[in-house]
């Protein structure tokens, strides 16, 4: 019963030659889904051997450009590939425009239904469902609107005797808030974005983002399992910095690289 985590995009705004932005792929018992997708996501989805046929759902956190720069390179291949499956999209209301002018100039070819579901969330509430996984959206802080994911797995009676279900959730964009840790309590892994060291903190508080101590606090007061951060500013190179940091309140951290792979 797989559900696992591939890394497809960990750095920020800024590309560079070993990471492309934001983007993820999450398994869930066969079901495979997209979070957020930056410009080179498609590429980076060849290179790990994940088809573009079986994504089922993309969930797109806010519309800033290292979020979904390569979505449209990703609708236009499962164009190609002749798929004919309905391919669900959750997203601001904002998304919405960028999905008709994607339409309105590359959809002729398109022969699968783009079904775009609008966020409108207050606290931590159910957005989509398949027989093995339940997705649930909340309010993320951020300079426009951005949400955060949580995956939670689905299992049998017969099931939850061999192994506790398991969960993922995904903090994109955000500075820290009260409410935060508790839309993300007791997840098996948690991914937060970590833009900045702690010695940036003024910037981050200023770009509405996070700091490694941050998401380290969020990750404690929530209880996850184990903190994944990335998203790191380009004026940072070395990625020991952020996981030092973050593990000096947070023990069980990883700073992820693009084409890491993690079982949940």
């Known amino acids: ?5 591939q890394i ?13 932005p934001s983007a993820q792929a999450l398994t869930v018992q066969g079901r495979l889904f997209l979070i957020d997708c930056g410009e080179g996501t498609q590429q980076r989805m060849r290179q790990m051997h994940l088809s573009f046929l079986k994504v089922e759902a993309i969930f797109i956190s806010h519309i800033h450009g290292d979020h979904v720069f390569g979505l449209f390179g990703i609708l236009s291949t499962m164009a190609m590939y002749n798929r004919t499956e309905v391919l669900h999209i959750f ?4 998304l919405g425009p ?17 079904a775009f579901h609008k966020l409108d969330v207050k606290g931590c509430e159910e ?72 010695s940036f903190a003024d910037k981050a508080a200023a770009r ?17 399992g184990r903190l994944l951060i990335g998203h790191y500013t380009s004026r940072v190179r070395d990625l020991s910095v952020f996981a030092r940091e973050a593990a000096a309140l947070f023990p069980n951290v990883t700073a992820v690289r693009d084409g890491d792979v993690f079982e949940i």
Not at 1 to 5: C, D, E, G
Not at 8 to 20: D, Q, R
Not at 104 to 114: L, M, V
Not at 168 to 187: H, I, K, N, Q, W
């Open 1 to 5: 019963m797989n559900f696992s985590l």
């Open 8 to 20: 497809l995009g960990a750095a920020s705004a800024m590309p560079n030659s070993e990471m492309n």
């Open 91 to 94: 997203g601001p209301e904002s």
């Open 98 to 114: 960028v999905l008709k002018f994607y339409m309105s100039y590359w959809g002729e070819g398109t022969n699968y239904e783009i």
């Open 127 to 198: 957005i989509f469902a398949t027989k093995n996984c339940r997705v649930s959206a909340f309010p993320l802080k951020h300079k426009i609107e951005c949400y955060g994911f949580r995956f939670d797995e689905i299992r049998s009676a017969r099931q939850l005797e061999k192994a506790p279900a398991r969960s993922y959730a995904y903090c994109s964009d955000t500075m820290p808030f009260p409410e935060l840790p508790g839309y993300v309590r007791g997840v098996d892994v948690l991914y937060h974005e970590t833009t900045y060291p702690v």
């Open 208 to 224: 509405f983002h996070s700091t490694t101590e941050d998401a380290a606090r969020c990750a404690a007061a929530a209880g996850a």
